[in-house]
């Protein structure tokens, strides 16, 4: 993976400072050996900005158990195991009725497909847009109109952010740019498909920017998929900054190969009367990671996060959520369930942060487990860290198996055991799925849990409906 010794490019390690270990140097070569051809390379600004999270990727390296944050999340498989940038041209060869399969179908929408972390132009379909709403490519923004993106590009990433953020920074190359002029309303979703190819040992960094203008309006959503079970690593960064009184509603699907790993994080900056909602469900990968926070930085600012999780197997699924309530009249809800069987684990920590200006704030967070199996487990720590003293704040988290009485209510109907704890299992995870607007996601995303989780069978056949 290391450039060849007779081209080697200078580590990104600062003079002084010692080296890191092996593992991470592979990284930090690649980094240096991408640099060059790296879009927007030749702008100050562009430039400056992917050094500095070099230097600082050097100093951090990947978070390990020992930092509190990261205590129940092994990385290490990461590290040990470098991943290759994906090279540009990684969508040759894939083909869009191979990709169909794998998609939501029936809804109409500004589709922008990524292959490897970079923009397919051909896979897509963008179609018409709205007067002021801009959708394409980050890396021909960053060729051709860098100063649109200066003002916010790289803002927005917490200023403490982990090894995966900063590692991000430094590979800068592509994902989708998404802006909303003032007052303007997209009214199809803007539908962002991340593909992973065949190619084993690839790592993509999707890094993608959205910016809403005052009173504009949109709804995402960004899918993960892959066209086989080969080994690779996703780390992708979103950053989103909404102006007064916009809204986003955001859909996230996570359906990598089961020998993957991904990273993600969503940072999102929140105006006066701003709306943010955001819907996750993770069914796929080996390890998967996501990092989702919300600064509420002024009067008004409403956000939503819900989350399912259903991971069975050696399978590991890890949520961390953060809602920064910085002035008053702020309002959060947060809703995550997670099923687990086999030897699957889960984290989940939601942190709310009410700041002492932010007065009256409402925020309400829940996290609810049930385990399939004696070997899963979930880890999960709702947390409340409050400095004003009128607020309406309340959390809780919930572990256990499926309810006894409940089973025997079922078995009583004539039904078996095995369909009655599938039944169960279904409704309880489904309960997260109702709360989607879009109806064509939520069917769609209805039917591959009655797949996971009723093993083919339909709750018709069992006769309740």
């Not at 940072?267 to 709306?275: E, F």
């Amino acid at each position: 993976m290391a450039a060849p010794s007779d081209n080697k490019q200078p580590s990104a390690t600062a003079p002084g400072v010692a080296l890191p270990p092996p593992s991470l140097e592979s990284y930090l070569d690649a980094v240096a050996a991408a640099r060059a051809g790296l879009p927007g390379q030749s702008v100050p600004w562009v430039r400056r900005l992917r050094e500095e999270a070099a230097t600082r990727f050097a100093e951090l390296g990947f978070p390990t158990t020992r930092h509190e944050d990261w205590k129940y999340t092994n990385v290490s498989a990461i590290e040990r195991h470098p991943y290759a940038p994906a090279p540009a041209g990684a969508s040759a060869g894939v083909g869009a009725a191979q990709l169909e399969t794998l998609l939501f179908t029936g809804i109409a929408a500004h589709r922008l497909v990524f292959v490897n972390g970079r923009y397919a132009p051909s896979l897509s379909g963008i179609g018409a847009l709205p007067t002021g709403v801009t959708v394409g490519g980050l890396a021909e923004m960053l060729a051709t109109q860098p100063d649109k993106l200066e003002p916010h590009l790289g803002k927005y990433v917490p200023a403490n952010a982990q090894g995966f953020a900063v590692l991000n920074t430094a590979l800068l190359v592509d994902g989708a740019y998404i802006h909303l002029a003032r007052g303007t309303a997209v009214e199809q979703p803007i539908y962002l498909v991340f593909v992973a190819t065949h190619a084993d040992a690839l790592m993509a960094s999707p890094r993608n920017l959205v910016v809403a203008e005052e009173s504009s309006q949109a709804t995402i959503i960004e899918q993960y998929v892959a066209l086989d079970e080969g080994r690779y690593f996703t780390n992708a960064i979103t950053e989103a900054v909404l102006a007064r009184n916009s809204h986003v509603e955001h859909y996230r699907f996570q359906q990598e190969s089961p020998k993957a790993h991904h990273i993600s994080g969503w940072h999102v900056h929140q105006g006066r009367d701003s709306g943010f909602t955001s819907h996750t469900v993770d069914m796929g990968g080996l390890l998967a990671r996501n990092d989702l926070n919300s600064r509420l930085d002024a009067e008004g600012a409403e956000c939503e996060f819900n989350g399912l999780y259903v991971v069975d197997g050696h399978r590991h699924v890890d949520n961390h959520t953060c809602v920064d309530h910085a002035k008053p009249h702020g309002t959060s809800r947060e809703f995550y369930k997670g099923v687990l069987d086999g030897q699957a684990r889960a984290v989940f920590n939601g942190r709310v942060v009410v700041h002492p200006d932010a007065q009256h704030t409402d925020a309400q967070q829940m996290n609810n487990n049930l385990l399939l199996s004696k070997t899963a487990e979930v880890d999960t720590k709702p947390q409340l860290e409050i400095y004003a003293d009128d607020v309406k704040c309340s959390h809780g988290a919930t572990v256990g198996s499926l309810d006894e009485d409940a089973l025997f209510y079922l078995r009583t109907r004539a039904i078996d055991e095995a369909a009655a704890r599938d039944l169960l299992t279904y409704a309880f995870a489904n309960d997260v799925l109702s709360r989607m607007k879009l109806p064509a996601i939520r069917l769609q995303l209805e039917q591959r849990l009655t797949t996971r989780l009723l093993h083919g069978r339909t709750l018709r056949e069992l006769e309740l409906i």
